[in-house]
């Protein structure tokens, strides 16, 4: 019997499974417990009982589409459904007066030479945008450069724009207004939102603009895309659903469908607070996002294995989610995951996906490794100090210190699942327990590891 008390996904166990050792798993974070679960009951078992799997995340996708539609809020009435919505964030510039949108750039689609254009509107001290397609070489060279720049020297970037052929240029710290106070601390005068909040208020610092949506309809075997300038009647759906989603709000936080989980400071996760005035971590997803995330997690509740349909869908559909403008030649762009690197990055602009984009992965395709059969195998969510399993032999990739701040990050998917995980992972503890990871350099980090190895020799 092996056992590895920081199995992480489960690699190590899950290999030794496959080699016909019984094995025991555990790790302090529940997420990581998951995926070592998902390791052995998605891709260890047999093609049919994948096969099922497939067949009832297909059904939820059904599902899920069926109720937006009914909702209207993806369809333009003419055949064309949304795909993708483009939003960034919007602010006054305080030597102007100007509402400027914030666009590091002004690239839309480089597949389909599509640009965002910003057409001033002197009257109203705003700019209006204009969505062109298969533009110049030289235009789409052009508009690489958007509103949003850096000095160049990794400093704070720069709010940039023209009036009446002058340049102004504000730093973004100094549109928060960040201080260092006389203890040290840092603040700033972005308002903190509330619990019941998925939008910024009127008179915030920072406001959230929708510049652009990708309409997409079915062409033959495939299907044709275009990007269009938003019109009040894209305007009219998002209201919608933002009306519809404060309505609902507060009774899926009370059943564990959304989060209401706040957002505690850490080397990771203060600047979630300092930079936007997020407290909540529901906070980091936008009205059409958590009408997505909210259907797809009360439908998932009943069968672990749909958790990571919902876990997938909140990996690339959230504020965090960078758009990328230039997937490859021919295509149109696609929204990257939080997670493309190891860290909760606040972003100026982001794309949303609607049900189109995420029913095409969400019937998860998954490569198979049967396990042999009358295996013993265990996961705990525990501390590596509390393992009791006996074990002949411990095999353990251990923290890395303080490389990966995997304690707070991954309180982005446990604040998912905390109040209602599914009936197989019930009893597991549904907090990232961050006093008791084994984190740092020094002395405190030597000790963790010393109790951990300690537990594993007597055991």
């Not at 019941?196 to 949506?213: C, G, K």
């Not at 998860?364 to 393992?387: D, H, K, N, T, W």
Request: charged share 25%; proline share 5%; net charge neutral.
């Amino acid at each position: 019997r092996l056992g590895d008390t920081f199995c992480g996904s489960g690699q190590i166990p899950f290999e030794a499974a496959r080699l016909g050792c019984d094995v025991f798993a555990s790790d302090l974070n529940p997420i990581a417990c998951l995926l070592a679960w998902g390791a052995f009951n998605v891709i260890g078992v047999s093609r049919d009982a994948q096969a099922s799997l497939v067949a009832a995340q297909t059904s939820l996708a059904a599902k899920i589409r069926k109720e937006i539609d009914e909702l209207g809020v993806e369809n333009d009435g003419k055949g064309w459904r949304g795909k993708h919505y483009l939003y960034c964030l919007e602010t006054i510039c305080p030597q102007t007066g100007w509402k400027v949108p914030l666009l590091p750039s002004l690239i839309v689609s480089k597949g389909k030479r599509a640009i965002a254009e910003l057409v001033p509107d002197s009257s109203r001290k705003r700019y209006d945008i204009n969505i062109r397609s298969e533009v110049s070489a030289a235009e789409l060279a052009n508009a690489s450069i958007g509103t949003v720049r850096s000095d160049g020297k990794g400093q704070d970037p720069y709010l940039i724009h023209t009036v009446n052929g002058v340049e102004y240029r504000t730093k973004i710290s100094t549109l928060r207004g960040d201080c260092r106070a006389a203890d040290g601390s840092n603040s700033n005068r972005l308002r903190m939102w509330g619990k019941a909040e998925s939008l910024p208020h009127p008179d915030d610092i920072f406001q959230e603009r929708l510049y652009v949506v990708q309409w997409t309809r079915p062409k033959g075997r495939t299907e044709e895309f275009e990007f269009r300038t938003v019109t009040d009647e894209d305007l009219e759906r998002e209201r919608v659903v933002a009306a519809y989603v404060s309505h609902h709000l507060p009774d899926w936080q009370a059943k564990g469908w959304v989060p209401d989980m706040r957002i505690e400071p850490g080397a990771e996760t203060t600047r979630l607070l300092r930079e936007r005035g997020w407290t909540h971590w529901h906070h980091l997803f936008n009205p059409r996002q958590l009408l997505l995330a909210s259907l797809v997690g009360q439908k998932t509740r009943q069968d672990g294995r749909l958790a990571f349909a919902l876990t997938q869908l909140l990996n690339v559909n959230c504020r965090c989610c960078r758009w990328n403008p230039a997937p490859g030649p021919g295509r149109a762009g696609l929204v990257s995951t939080v997670f493309d690197n190891q860290a909760l990055n606040t972003l100026f602009n982001y794309g949303c996906r609607s049900t189109a984009a995420i029913t095409s992965f969400l019937p998860g395709v998954y490569r198979s490794f049967r396990l042999p059969r009358g295996l013993g195998r265990q996961i705990q969510c525990v501390s590596a100090e509390e393992v009791s399993a006996q074990c002949d032999i411990f095999i353990t990739d251990p923290p890395y210190g303080d490389a990966v701040k995997y304690e707070e990050i991954l309180e982005f998917f446990i604040a998912w699942l905390r109040k209602s995980p599914p009936a197989e992972f019930a009893d597991w503890v549904w907090d990232s327990r961050r006093a008791l990871a084994i984190k740092g350099e020094d002395e405190d980090f030597r000790r963790g590891m010393v109790a951990a190895y300690k537990r594993m020799t007597e055991a």
